[in-house]
C-alpha cells in the first residue's frame, strides 16, 4: 500500500514508517520538525529509514492547508495514520493555542485531504488522556468520555467527534487508537523515562510527582505499532446493532470505531522507577511532589476489543522494554555501562 504517516519523525511515527516499509509499504512521511524538544533526534530517527527507497519526505505543518493539500494531491495516499499533534498534557496548559492549531486545525486538513482524495481508511492517535475524570478501571472504549482535565485530552476527544462527523457524512472510514503512556527506544526527550535516565546517570535528582503512587499501563512502542498495522490493515465497519437510544461509545452505524492500546497490566510509577534503577545499576535520588494539574491518578486500559477483533494483546513487559530503551539510551548518548 501507499500510507501517509503524518508525524514520521516523531517517536510513534518513526517506528510505525520504519515497520511499514520494511513489510514492503510505500511511505509518504509528514513532519514540521518543530523544537517543542532537540529537533536532533528527529533527524536521527529519520536516517534510518537512508536505505529503503520507498520513503518520501514532506516537511510541512499540518496547520498549512495548502501544503497538505498538496501532499494529499501529489502522493494520492491509499491510507493515512495521523500521528503529527502537539504533544504533552502539562505544556497544554501553558500554550493551550498550540494545541488547536495542531491537534484541531491540522487534524480538519487531515480529515479533508481524506474525504477528497478517496482514502481508504484513516487511523488516528487519540489517548488515554480522553478518560479524564473518570474512575472505574479498566478504562474502556465503550464508557462515555465527557470529562477530560487539559486541553491535551479535549483536542484529542476532539479529533474523534470530527472524525466521527466525516465517517457519517461521507463514509469516510475512521479508526481512533487511544494509546496508553508509549515508552522505548527513540522515545521522547520530554517523557518520564527520558528525564529519569538522563537525571540519574547524571546524579541528580528526579521529580516523582503525586509521590510515586499513581499507576500507568506503559506500553512499549513494538506494541503499538503492531497494534497500529493491524488496525490499518481493517478499516473500520459499521456497527449493525448500533442503537440511538442506547448508543455505544465505542462503535456507531458510521464506519467509525475506537479501540485502546495498552498493556493491560498498569504499574506504581515507583515500580517503574525500581525497574529503572536495576537496568542503570545506579538508584535514584527522588523528589517527591504532589499530583499536577491536568493529571489523572491512574491508567488502566481494556483492550478485549483489540484482542477479540484483531488477536492481539501486547505483552512486553516493564522489565524488558526499560531495559531495551537503557541499551539504546547508551549507544545513542554513547554512555559506558
Not at 442503537?243 to 464506519?255: L, V
Request: charged share 20%; glycine share 8%.
Amino acid at each position: 500500500m501507499k500510507v501517509l504517516v503524518t508525524g514520521s519523525a516523531g517517536f510513534i511515527g518513526s517506528a510505525l514508517t520504519l515497520r511499514l516499509l520494511e513489510r514492503g509499504d510505500t511511505v509518504v512521511g509528514v513532519d514540521n520538525h518543530n523544537d517543542y524538544y532537540d529537533p536532533a533526534i528527529k533527524e536521527a530517527r529519520l536516517a534510518r529509514f537512508a536505505g529503503h527507497s520507498g520513503y518520501t519526505h514532506v516537511r510541512a505543518d499540518l496547520a498549512d492547508r495548502d501544503a497538505i493539500e498538496q501532499v494529499f494531491a501529489m502522493h494520492k495516499p491509499q491510507r493515512v495514520v495521523n500521528l503529527a499533534a502537539q504533544a504533552g498534557v502539562r505544556y497544554s496548559i501553558e500554550n493551550p493555542l498550540a494545541y488547536i492549531n495542531s491537534n484541531i486545525v491540522g487534524f480538519a486538513h487531515v480529515l479533508e485531504g481524506c474525504r477528497h482524495h478517496g482514502v481508504e481508511h484513516l487511523a488516528y492517535a487519540s489517548s488515554s488522556s480522553v478518560y479524564g475524570a473518570n474512575t472505574a478501571m479498566p478504562f474502556s472504549v465503550h464508557q462515555n468520555v465527557d470529562h477530560p482535565l487539559s486541553l491535551y485530552a479535549a483536542s484529542k476527544k476532539a479529533n474523534e467527534l470530527m472524525a466521527h462527523t466525516y465517517s457519517h457524512l461521507y463514509g469516510l472510514p475512521t479508526t481512533g487508537l487511544r494509546f496508553f503512556t508509549v515508552y522505548g527506544p527513540w522515545g521522547r526527550p520530554d517523557m518520564a523515562l527520558f528525564k529519569f535516565t538522563k537525571a540519574i546517570l547524571a546524579g541528580e535528582a528526579i521529580q516523582v510527582f503525586n509521590h510515586g503512587q499513581h499507576r500507568r499501563d506503559f506500553t512499549y512502542i513494538d506494541d503499538i505499532v503492531e497494534g497500529v498495522i493491524r488496525v490499518l490493515d481493517h478499516p473500520a465497519e459499521r456497527n449493525p446493532a448500533w442503537d440511538g437510544a442506547r448508543p455505544d461509545p465505542g462503535t456507531s452505524a458510521a464506519p467509525w470505531r475506537v479501540y485502546n492500546i495498552g498493556n493491560n497490566r498498569p504499574v506504581q510509577l515507583l515500580d517503574y522507577i525500581a525497574a529503572l534503577e536495576k537496568a542503570l545499576g545506579r538508584k535514584a535520588r527522588m523528589e517527591m511532589l504532589p499530583l499536577q494539574p491536568g493529571d489523572v491518578p491512574d491508567t488502566y486500559a481494556d483492550v478485549d476489543d483489540l484482542v477479540e477483533q484483531f488477536q492481539y494483546r501486547p505483552g512486553t513487559t516493564v522489565e524488558q522494554g526499560i531495559g531495551r530503551f537503557v541499551e539504546w539510551y547508551r549507544d545513542y548518548f554513547k554512555v559506558p555501562a
